[in-house]
């Protein structure tokens, strides 16, 4: 394994816990590869930690171990996947057959997450480095999956990339596999597809909406992949509007709806732009019962562009003004560019210039099959309000 200096801010950063390695805490730049190289870290030929090195973001490489006499092989990152498939078992026969089984750095190591859906595995690639040492990874994960249909796999370091099967280990690839989730089916997309198509860190999202929408008027914005909609519908909303600029994300909602035989009480979808539709909705007066919204930290649009860290506040204000006065509105994102303080202040603010009277209901976080690591995050990137308006 070779050796890399790195400066003594970097030294203290890792020893530290801090899991992720820039240009600039190596004291020669050109030591940088992205061929997922295992290297030993060292200050002043002290070792400091293992890592691989590999592009990813702004970053050059993750920590794999701050042990010195730590092998890096199969039978390590073996261990790695057994600790975090043990702290999913809980999850195991609750009603759930799709959650995420490894989930990057939050489960020690950075670059790679595996879902499970129904049995079949997905392996979701961050880098090309780490895929480098794809030998390993898949050696150990051989020795740990029990049970399993197929495993495919995605690099989503590379542009237009779809989920292809893997080769010895996908018998019968399949295109879609129906997973349930707290008695709702959700199609998921596999070889071919870009992405699975429904965002699993929403669960207790998904399972609040369904209890609180019988005999609602429901408004979906920016709906795809939450699975919220279908949720919603499946929970008695009498009527559903959702609203998403992506044009995959009607023949989505199509699938799930399919996959859950609803034939009655089919949402009216809008592929348009969101302010847009605020203003359409704000001009018309609609009003609704429950409103969802999965909040982006950038969007462009016709209307002019939204940025979560300046134009929260006057977009919730328009969110909020098509609420009945009974509302049940959650909203959700995946941005670690605001913080739930930040969301809930934001949301808070927006209510009270308003002048409407509310509770917050439940703050959403993580749920357990997507842990997270404090000395890179301070918080959890997944996070969600659910607020109910009061007359």
Not at 278 to 304: C, M, Q, W
Not at 363 to 388: C, H, T, V
Request: glycine share 8%; charged share 20%; net charge neutral.
């Amino acid at each position: 394994m070779r050796a890399i200096e790195i400066t003594g801010a970097a030294a203290s950063k890792i020893e530290g816990g801090y899991p992720k390695l820039s240009l600039k805490d190596l004291e020669q730049p050109v030591d940088v590869t992205d061929n997922g190289e295992f290297v030993a870290l060292q200050k002043s030929e002290h070792f400091v930690a293992s890592a691989y090195l590999a592009q990813e973001g702004n970053g050059i490489g993750w920590i794999l171990s701050r042990k010195e006499n730590q092998t890096i092989n199969a039978a390590f990152f073996e261990q790695l996947f057994r600790k975090a498939f043990q702290l999913r078992a809980p999850l195991v026969g609750q009603r759930v057959t799709a959650y995420r089984l490894f989930n990057g750095i939050g489960d020690g190591l950075g670059g790679l997450a595996i879902d499970n859906f129904d049995g079949q595995i997905l392996l979701t690639w961050e880098n090309a480095g780490l895929y480098h040492q794809r030998a390993f990874i898949m050696d150990a994960l051989n020795q740990v999956l029990d049970e399993y249909k197929g495993v495919y796999e995605l690099k989503r370091y590379q542009a237009q990339a779809t989920i292809t099967p893997v080769t010895d280990l996908a018998a019968f690839p399949q295109q879609q596999q129906v997973v349930t989730e707290n008695g709702i089916n959700y199609e998921i997309q596999l070889a071919g597809g870009m992405r699975p198509g429904l965002d699993l860190a929403y669960r207790e999202v998904r399972h609040q909406l369904k209890n609180n929408s019988h005999a609602k008027l429901a408004l979906h914005l920016l709906f795809d992949q939450t699975g919220f909609v279908t949720a919603s519908i499946i929970g008695g909303a009498v009527q559903s509007e959702a609203v998403d600029q992506k044009n995959r994300a009607k023949a989505n909602l199509v699938a799930e709806l399919s996959a859950n035989e609803i034939t009655q009480k089919m949402p009216k979808v809008r592929t348009m732009d969101l302010l847009g539709y605020l203003d359409y909705a704000t001009k018309h007066e609609l009003r609704f019962d429950v409103i969802t919204i999965n909040l982006p930290a950038f969007l462009r649009s016709k209307k002019g562009n939204f940025n979560i860290r300046k134009d929260l506040n006057t977009l919730l204000q328009q969110v909020f003004t098509l609420a009945t006065k009974e509302a049940d509105v959650f909203i959700t994102t995946e941005t670690p560019a605001v913080t739930i303080k930040g969301l809930r202040q934001a949301a808070q603010t927006a209510l009270q210039q308003l002048g409407q009277a509310f509770i917050e209901k439940e703050a959403f976080k993580q749920p357990l099959d997507f842990p997270f690591n404090p000395e890179y995050q301070r918080e959890s990137p997944i996070k969600g309000l659910w607020f109910k308006f009061q007359r």
